[in-house]
């Protein structure tokens, strides 16, 4: 983010663990210093930018020693750094088998999983680790998986406090940008910006909050680019322990297809594996004098189907999503957001949509918002109504 210091990572461990394997190893091509020596070019490399040179020496740092659960965290951040994602996933998920109080591989997962466009996955990852996760670290990583006002309050509690550093409070500010609180994200940025800088940095996070795919906003907070990544080499992947618990690793999602029109009861809605449907979220949007562009009206609703944008944890979370959504899609300009709940199994969904079109139409209007990137189905009313939310706004606007 340009000057922006941000506080994910810090104080993370990145040495290695004292693995007794390692420590078998014969002198020379395993020796410590040798270890030690590449971990030090690992390190130095992700400092500089340099991801492609520091997944060079975190793959052979992980090849002299497999069971280090820090080495293959060291490698996780690698891949981040290089804007592989998928690997930076499979190899975080690889170090938190082998210890799960591992903070940087808890934290890269989360990353990689929001990259991957799997909201979900990543709050979830981000409570199973809370406890070995600093508060403001967790924060800004939830504020870019989804829930930006919960990120805020978690960082809030280090970036208000008697030692409050000037990068706590600016993550605030972001974290704030985030969910829409322009206004309050300004206030707070302003305790350290001043004149131009403080319109730089409100331009910079105009952007930030708008990407054109769900891999930018991260690759882009942590200064590189996203690649098409092959995944990581199969000869680094873990052999896991019989007793390590399983870690969910994300995959890049599948192309989500539109549903049949046949209309399905509440009680038989069938869903995905928990995986976020809202991102990405793309419009691409450019800083200028120019007044905008007319935006389309939404044609009257007058039919029984729905296009579902997510499933999320509760109705807050959604309505966070749909804040989002509502900016970045011009296709949704003027619509009204409606919602259900839906219980699969012991989860509760809350399952966000607009609707009541004909069928056409919510097909067309689907199309529209995966040509600008994003995620969507089709399919029939399953006990949809106005989101209570939006059905607030109307009352206050009606008086």
Not at 124 to 153: M, S
Not at 290 to 301: K, Q
Request: hydrophobic fraction near 50%.
């Amino acid at each position: 983010m340009g000057a922006t210091a941000l506080l994910l990572g810090a104080g993370c461990s990145t040495s290695g663990s004292g693995d007794p394997a390692a420590a078998s190893d014969a002198a020379g091509a395993r020796s410590p210093s040798r270890i030690d020596k590449l971990v030090n070019k690992a390190e130095v490399a992700i400092a500089e930018h340099r991801g492609w040179a520091a997944v060079k020496h975190a793959e052979q740092l992980v090849a002299l020693s497999p069971s280090d659960p820090a080495h293959r965290a060291l490698l996780a951040h690698a891949y981040l750094q290089a804007g592989r994602f998928a690997s930076a996933a499979q190899a975080a998920g690889d170090a938190l088998a082998l210890d799960p109080r591992e903070p940087r591989a808890a934290l890269d997962l989360a990353l990689a999983q929001t990259a991957l466009g799997d909201w979900t996955a990543a709050r979830a990852t981000l409570a199973t680790y809370a406890e070995v996760l600093r508060p403001a670290d967790r924060g800004l990583a939830l504020a870019l998986a989804g829930d930006p006002i919960g990120g805020a309050v978690l960082i809030g509690e280090e970036a208000r406090g008697a030692a409050a550093s000037a990068t706590a409070r600016q993550n605030l500010a972001l974290a704030l940008a985030l969910g829409g609180r322009w206004a309050e994200a300004r206030a707070v940025a302003a305790v350290d910006l001043t004149g131009d800088e403080l319109e730089r940095r409100m331009r910079e996070w105009m952007a930030f909050v708008q990407p054109t795919t769900s891999s930018q906003q991260v690759a882009t907070l942590l200064g590189t680019e996203a690649v098409a990544d092959p995944g990581q080499p199969l000869a680094l992947a873990l052999v896991r322990p019989a007793a390590a618990a399983p870690v969910a690793v994300a995959q890049a999602p599948a192309p989500v297809e539109v549903e049949q029109a046949a209309a399905t009861p509440a009680s038989g809605v069938r869903f995905a594996p928990r995986q976020e449907i809202v991102q990405p979220i793309a419009a691409r949007v450019a800083v200028s004098q120019e007044a905008p562009r007319p935006i389309e009206a939404a044609a009257p609703a007058r039919g029984r189907y729905y296009v579902q944008l997510g499933a999320h944890e509760d109705a807050a979370v959604a309505q966070d999503a749909w804040e989002t959504a509502r900016r970045r899609y011009r296709a949704l300009a003027g619509l009204t957001p409606s919602g259900v709940e839906a219980r699969v199994g012991e989860d509760r969904f809350y399952r966000l949509s607009v609707g009541g079109f004909a069928r056409s139409e919510a097909v067309a209007l689907c199309e529209r918002l995966r040509a600008q990137g994003g995620r969507c189905f089709v399919r029939a009313e399953a006990g949809d109504r106005v989101a209570a939310w939006a059905a607030r706004e109307r009352q206050v606007a009606a008086r």
